[in-house]
């Protein structure tokens, strides 16, 4: 395992290496996207004179409403809230029953021993893991540096530039006013969540080098995550007509809808406008290339 993770550290490198060019990416994109506001005031109507007899009144469309919900930031209680419905989620559970069979089967942790005994420790060892990274990733530091924890998926250019876009983000995201900054939230979490570690697993497993290969381990799971992530739409859209029945109930569980919605960024702000207005409310909405993923980002 020890082996694998020194393996796993140059590709997390290789991540921090294209951090910078997609950062300033990033921000001249963020920076541009920025306006006051995507409506346009319409003006006040207008009286046209006829040759009538009657004035005839032409009355401009009216100005199209902004969605309140559109590019809402997260309050700390919404953050909190993350983590907490994260905590019973499916996929936690599910993260940390494949962890530890992970573990026990290449021998990890051997003071835990053997049986169901060894493996209910490396259970309880591995969910503890997830939940204090989910606590510090997406509760308190970004609270702290006010960032969003929030994955952003891009859906659209190369396969190659999406692979390295997901990749990055570990690395870079979104704080609380919407412009791209490094992910230090994300960065300390695994480094916190790694050395918190150390106060439960085996002793012969909490040198600092064990601490150093965790953390740049976890980076690494989550940039394959977050690649899954920004491709999942396209597989599913394959999949989606032989999904099996199981799969389909644990989509409909009102938890993980729940979870859903709460880490769904909203979707930009949108012109809302009746049929007379339709043309303006087109040509003044902004163009968004960015489509936010279901997903937390742990």
């Known amino acids: 395992m020890r082996r694998v993770g020194k393996l796993l550290v140059p590709m997390v490198l290789v991540c921090a290496s294209i951090a910078p ?3 300033a990416q990033e921000h001249v994109e963020s920076t541009q996207a920025a306006t006051p506001s995507p409506c346009p005031p319409q003006p006040a109507p207008t009286v046209v004179a006829a040759s009538g007899p009657a004035p005839v009144y032409q009355v401009n469309p009216a100005p199209p409403q902004m969605s309140n919900e559109a590019g809402a930031r997260l309050t700390s209680g919404q953050k909190f809230n993350v983590f907490v419905h994260s905590t019973y989620s499916p996929y936690t559970f599910v993260t940390s029953i494949f962890n530890a069979g992970m573990a026990q089967a290449a021998g990890d942790w051997y003071s835990y021993g053997g049986g169901m005994e060894g493996y209910g420790k490396r259970f309880g060892a591995s969910l503890a893991n997830t939940e204090s990274g989910v606590f510090f990733g997406s509760f308190l530091y ?3 540096f006010h960032q969003d924890p929030r994955y952003f998926a891009e859906r659209h250019g190369t396969a190659m530039h999406r692979v390295a876009y997901a990749a990055s983000r570990v ?3 979104k704080n609380d006013s919407g ?10 979490a695994s480094f916190t969540a790694s050395s918190l570690a150390n106060s439960y697993y085996p002793r012969e497993d909490r040198s600092f080098g064990d601490t150093m290969v965790r953390a740049s381990g976890a980076l690494l799971n989550d940039a394959i995550t977050n690649v899954l992530r920004e491709f999942w739409p396209d597989i599913r ?3 989606v007509r032989h999904e099996p029945a199981t799969i389909k109930r644990l ?5 993980v809808t729940k979870i859903e919605q709460m880490m769904s960024p ?9 049929e007379s207005g339709d043309s303006s409310a087109k040509s003044s909405q902004p163009d968004s290339s960015r489509n936010t993923d279901a ?3 742990k």
């Open 295 to 297: 997903h937390p980002q």
């Open 142 to 144: 970004p609270t702290i």
């Open 21 to 23: 060019t997609l950062m």
């Open 251 to 255: 989509e409909e569980n009102p938890t």
């Open 179 to 188: 412009l791209t900054t490094f992910n230090s939230s994300h960065v300390l």
């Open 266 to 274: 909203p979707l930009p702000p949108t012109c809302l406008t009746g």
């Open 171 to 173: 690395l870079i995201t």
């Open 237 to 239: 859209r394959k999949l």
